[in-house]
């Protein structure tokens, strides 16, 4: 949807949704001084109280764009001291809206996600239909492809990086790292600069939306039973199988974090296995077990798990990062101890 159909739109649907202001003496692209123009303005009433509004509307409301909006309408604020300044798009993110609200900026959109405060009038309200709308966007930006690009961003955080760079570290091509990039620049997760180097903004954030929208489930299960009677004698058994049988492995869930930040008891291991399951099931005298299972075999949703993974005590263990999000939904005080290794493991700058 373009900035103009979206101005047309929000127009007709302005008594839908402000139904408790009156707005009217409306004017499309009003022009201010120094050649600056605001793509709406309108007056708001309410009772006795009465307030003119500026507004800047694009086609888009992640937060890279709420950005731009909020120093534009700052121009035109500066022109129009007693104007209310009013943020406007198809859909404004949660992100976008949490930016406007501390910059002391107004929002609407098409959804019905409202936000006005000036005199004794306050709209602050969620639109019925944001939430699918906004697992929708993080459901491309976390697809299983795409998460070898967050991922290679997370592990170095505070580096600057490069299409092309990314390209070859996550053997994407060029365009389909630029696709996940440019998603993540209107999230406000990266920044480029005119030299087109990336750099990571919010990677706490981002680490954390991942996790949030992430099960180590995407990955097919399978699920064993080892005669053996702790999880360590599995794991050593594992270690021995997988480099007897030249196969490649990493531990996750409670058994990875075992190695990096010990902090709940458990009892159950967890693998990525690239392939060879036949072999190392036997090897290992397995037997499976659709209820009290204490052996998870995870053949990867994409190969981008593997990516950083270390050697730690005879055993690969996959990176912190991937440690943390598969950890984050994993039952039985699996939060707990994805915290416990952000606290000792993982080490990002503050937010740009």
Do not use: H
């Amino acid at each position: 949807m373009t900035e103009a159909d979206t101005a047309r739109r929000l127009l007709a649907a302005l008594p839908r949704l402000l139904p408790n202001l009156r707005v009217d003496e409306v004017r499309r692209e009003a022009r201010f001084g120094g050649g600056r123009m605001a793509d709406l303005v309108a007056r708001a009433r309410s009772g006795d109280v009465a307030q003119e509004l500026i507004f800047e509307i694009k086609s888009l409301g992640e937060p890279r764009m709420a950005e731009q909006a909020i120093m534009q309408l700052r121009e035109l604020a500066r022109m129009r001291p007693s104007a209310y300044p009013v943020f406007a798009a198809p859909y404004i993110s949660e992100r976008a809206r949490e930016i406007c609200k501390r910059e002391g900026v107004g929002y609407l959109d098409l959804v019905g996600n409202a936000f006005l405060q000036f005199g004794s009038v306050l709209v602050d309200r969620t639109g019925a239909d944001s939430r699918p709308m906004e697992k929708r966007g993080l459901r491309t930006l976390f697809a299983p492809k795409a998460t070898r690009v967050v991922r290679a961003l997370l592990q170095a955080p505070e580096g600057t990086t490069t299409i092309t760079k990314l390209a070859q570290a996550c053997s994407m091509s060029p365009a389909g790292v630029y696709l996940v990039v440019d998603l993540l620049d209107k999230k406000g997760f990266v920044e480029r600069g005119e030299n087109r180097n990336i750099t990571l903004r919010e990677p706490d954030r981002l680490l954390r939306e991942w996790a949030k929208n992430w099960t180590w489930e995407k990955s097919q299960v399978s699920y064993y039973f080892s005669f053996d009677k702790t999880a360590e004698q599995i794991m050593e058994k594992v270690n021995t199988a997988a480099r007897k049988l030249g196969l490649r492995y990493a531990y996750t869930g409670m058994a990875g974090a075992s190695y990096v930040a010990p902090f709940v008891r458990y009892a159950q291991v967890a693998f990525y296995l690239e392939k060879g399951q036949e072999e190392l099931v036997k090897e290992l005298d397995l037997r499976p077990a659709p209820t009290g299972a204490n052996v998870l075999i995870l053949s990867p949703y994409d190969r981008g798990v593997f990516d950083g993974i270390r050697e730690i005590r005879g055993a690969n263990v996959v990176s912190d990062v991937q440690l943390f999000v598969d950890l984050f939904t994993f039952p039985a005080r699996g939060e707990e101890q994805a915290e416990a290794v952000f606290e000792k493991a993982i080490r990002f700058p503050r937010a740009r």
